[in-house]
């Protein structure tokens, strides 16, 4: 959320959620973390910085350069693991990383969050250039055919609850509904790691009346055949629900034959 500053303001100043993002990532304990919206952080933070912070040995943060949001909105990864190489890959208007495993490629992902068609293309972008087996990860600011009934029926009461906010978020939400970049994925042989509905957003956090548990799903992790990802949960509690307006998504992954 806004890299941890107070804001998406260029002299915006950094906030206590920056030292509750490193309790988070104590907390979940990954060998791999990837993180949306690192606003900032490529120009205030060092490789070292955060090697310092987060106690990860391999990091790389980058800038989406998506001339249509804010260019120094990025992402990051933090691991642990032995990586081959960290890349940049373009996915049609903005940048991800591409991080180069044993046997496996992560790709850390942070879709539009305007257009399910610049969705589409970043996602069809990023598929082109794949190399499997693979994982693709983080907030795809969409949903799934699956998720549909279930924000159909809590939508509303969200909506009695903060009409003006819902009159602005209507028109995204209504394209977020075609599930276009989920329907790609799994086209292309990218399964949906979660077997039950596990809604992500919003925390506490999010500038809305009455919300108390999340029921919305636009954080996934996908992944080709060949590798297996389990143990799915969607942290919460008070320092979840204090660091960000997403609560996180922690799976244990393997990525050989069994």
């Not at 939400?173 to 039950?196: N, P, Q, Y």
């Amino acid at each position: 959320m806004s890299g941890c500053y107070e804001s998406y303001a260029q002299d915006a100043k950094l906030t206590a959620r920056y030292e509750l993002l490193k309790k988070a990532v104590k907390a979940v304990d990954a060998d791999f973390v990837g993180l949306a919206d690192t606003f900032k952080w490529k120009e205030t933070f060092s490789p070292s910085d955060l090697r310092r912070d987060f106690d990860y040995k391999n990091i790389f943060l980058i800038d989406m350069e998506d001339t249509r949001v804010e260019s120094n909105i990025g992402v990051a990864v933090m691991t642990n693991l032995d990586v081959q190489g960290f890349n940049t890959t373009r996915a049609f208007n903005r940048n991800c990383i591409e991080t180069k495993l044993n046997g496996l490629t992560v790709y850390t992902c942070y879709l539009d969050d305007i257009s399910e068609d610049t969705r589409l293309f970043q996602i069809k972008s990023l598929l082109s250039q794949t190399a499997e087996p693979a994982i693709i990860h983080g907030d795809l600011n969409t949903f799934s055919k699956e998720d549909l009934l279930t924000v159909d029926r809590i939508s509303p009461s969200f909506e009695e609850a903060n009409p003006g906010l819902s009159a602005k978020l209507k028109p995204i939400i209504e394209d977020m509904r075609r599930c276009a970049v989920v329907d790609e994925l799994t086209t292309c042989g990218f399964k949906d790691s979660a077997e039950k509905w596990m809604p992500t957003m919003p925390t506490k956090l999010f500038p809305a009346t009455g919300v108390n548990e999340p029921f919305l799903r636009v954080d996934y992790i996908f992944h080709t055949a060949g590798v297996f990802v389990e143990d799915l949960t969607v942290p919460k509690g008070d320092l979840f629900d204090e660091v960000s307006d997403h609560f996180p998504l922690v799976a244990a992954v393997t990525a050989e034959d069994r």
